[in-house]
């Protein structure tokens, strides 16, 4: 067996010592826990670069129609805005009361014998209705009788245009004077008619026909 | 292996290491990592921000082209309402329009002036102004104020006459005297 001597024992050890360093080997540690955190950053800027390529994609996309959306957006508002206005005056247009056939009809209702002197008539806030005052002169034997057969003919025919009619006296007197039909002396009576009514389907729909040609008495 | 002794110059230098070490820690993580993980974050807010935006715009521009559509019935009764109604100021037209109307139909002497003018309670008319006019015919017949009447409400769809007086002349009782408080809607121009 053949002998070995080490003569470079104290070399050796000391080698092995600056081998075993502790600050050499926390050094060494530190520098690959730096690499690690260093390539982890690299890792997270990638990503981060990767996300801000996407974004700047959807933003030119945005850019690009960002425009026609807002144009859009504009127009939706805009047309919308249209169709409410018109839907609106549409409304108006309809629920107008519509004067000329009301004046038809009541100059259907006026006989021969009777004759209107005042019309005023208004339509009442809110849609509440039409209020009408008639006031005119009736001559006949019994001239009352004829400003009542008036009332009636007006409660009929405005009974079948308009809803909830109403048509009462506010005053009804005989007059002092005589007048003349048809060679025949009569006796006069002055009324006021009230009239109340409520616009019916009917008459909201109904556009205004051209009234005949009867005259008014 | 037991842990070689260390020397004072070495726990020192360890010690500083261990320091630097955490000082390089919070500066990687304050100043590096910290704001790269912000800013991805806040990209990623941005583009989802973004992409719910290009989603409601496809919706939108969906809406749009079937509301045009939609619309087009009300859009040319629109225009065709506007149409109605001539440029300028109301009162610089509306008292001739009236004194020609009623003159096609036998009635001289028709005088218009203005009540009053208010604007709309609804939002949707805001565009809209309500004209209050007074329109005086000093001397028609029944008949001629009826077919006057009756074309003026066919023909005019947002006037609306709200009063009407009719008073027989005492001096020419084939006569009447006439009075109309019309409402015109007019477009604010």
């Keep these: ?217 | 292996m037991s842990l070689p002794k260390l020397t004072k110059d070495q726990v020192q230098k360890l010690a500083f290491s261990a320091i630097g070490f955490v000082f390089l820690l919070y500066v990687y993580f304050t100043f590096f990592l910290g704001p790269l993980n912000r800013s991805r974050a806040a990209m990623l807010v941005t583009i989802q921000d973004r992409q719910s935006k290009l989603d409601a715009s496809k919706d939108e521009m969906k809406k749009a082209v079937s509301l045009e559509k939609q619309a087009l019935t009300a859009t040319n009764r629109f225009a065709a309402l506007r149409a109605l109604n001539p440029e300028g100021a109301p009162i610089a037209w509306f008292p001739p329009r009236i004194k020609t109307f009623f003159a096609n139909h036998q009635i001289d002497k028709a005088v218009a002036r203005l009540e009053n003018s208010a604007a709309f309670k609804e939002a949707e008319l805001s565009g809209w102004m309500k004209y209050t006019w007074m329109i005086d015919l000093p001397q028609a017949d029944f008949a001629s104020i009826g077919t006057a009447i009756a074309e003026l409400e066919n023909t005019e769809p947002l006037l609306s006459i709200t009063r009407l007086h009719i008073q027989t002349l005492a001096s020419q009782p084939q006569f009447q005297h006439v009075e109309l408080a019309a409402a015109s809607t007019i477009e604010k121009r």
């Design chain 1, 1 to 217: 067996m053949a002998l070995h001597l080490n003569l470079l024992h104290e070399e050796i050890l000391e080698q092995r010592q600056r081998q075993r360093d502790p600050l050499k080997i926390g050094m060494m540690v530190l520098a690959g826990f730096g690499a690690l955190l260093f390539l982890y950053y690299m890792f997270c800027a990638y990503r981060t670069l990767e996300i801000k390529s996407r974004l700047s994609a959807i933003e030119r996309n945005w850019t690009k129609i960002e425009p026609e959306v807002t144009a859009a957006q504009k127009r939706v508002a805009e047309l919308e805005g249209v169709i409410k206005t018109t839907r609106s005056l549409d409304d108006y247009i309809e629920n107008r009361f519509f004067w000329a056939p009301f004046l038809q009809r009541v100059s259907h209702c006026v006989p021969p014998n009777t004759q209107l002197i005042n019309l005023e008539a208004s339509v009442l806030d809110e849609n509440k209705g039409i209020s009408v005052s008639l006031e005119g002169v009736a001559a006949g034997r019994e001239p009352r009788s004829v400003a009542e057969d008036l009332r009636q003919m007006l409660i009929e025919q405005l009974g079948h245009a308009y809803n909830g009619v109403k048509v009462e006296f506010k005053t009804l007197e005989d007059l002092d004077t005589i007048v003349n039909v048809g060679g025949t002396n009569m006796p006069m009576a002055h009324y006021l008619l009230g009239i109340n009514l409520h616009p019916g389907p009917m008459a909201k729909s109904a556009a205004s026909p051209t009234p005949d040609h009867t005259r008014k008495q």
